[in-house]
């Protein structure tokens, strides 16, 4: 599975962005796609994932102002940012895994917010 982020950008504490994640090649394999975001320093951790199904889960930090969706048309998954934090500055990846264990990430997308 390739994917590809678009989205990021740099906005004001208190703004919205959405980010974007297109998948192609073995897409009906895919179990679950997620958001990562790694900050400089600092270790890439979980921002929210969703299966196929639609069912969803958020990291406590982004929970209430991040959602994430997905359009099986579109092979595209989405994650809303509202009410965005200096703290949400990173770089936000988009990962896949796939039934039988295979993984794939995106090339990431910076994601500045300004205080």
């Known amino acids: 599975v390739q994917l590809v982020e678009s989205g990021g950008g740099l906005v004001q504490a208190g703004g919205s962005l959405r980010l974007s994640c297109a998948a192609s090649?073995?897409?009906?394999?895919?179990?679950?796609m997620s958001w990562y975001r790694q900050a400089p320093g600092k270790e890439r951790e979980l921002v929210a994932d969703?299966?196929?199904?639609?069912?969803?889960n958020y990291a406590g930090p982004v929970n209430g102002r991040f959602t994430i969706s997905g359009d099986n048309a579109k092979n595209t998954v989405y994650l809303q940012m509202s009410s965005l934090k200096p703290e949400d500055t990173a770089v936000y990846y988009c990962?896949?895994?796939?039934?039988?264990?295979?993984?794939?990430w995106g090339q990431g997308t910076q994601v500045t917010v300004s205080s």
């Open positions: 990962y896949a895994s796939e039934i039988g264990g295979f993984i794939s």
């Open positions: 090649g073995n897409v009906i394999r895919i179990a679950v």
């Open positions: 969703i299966t196929p199904a639609g069912t969803t």
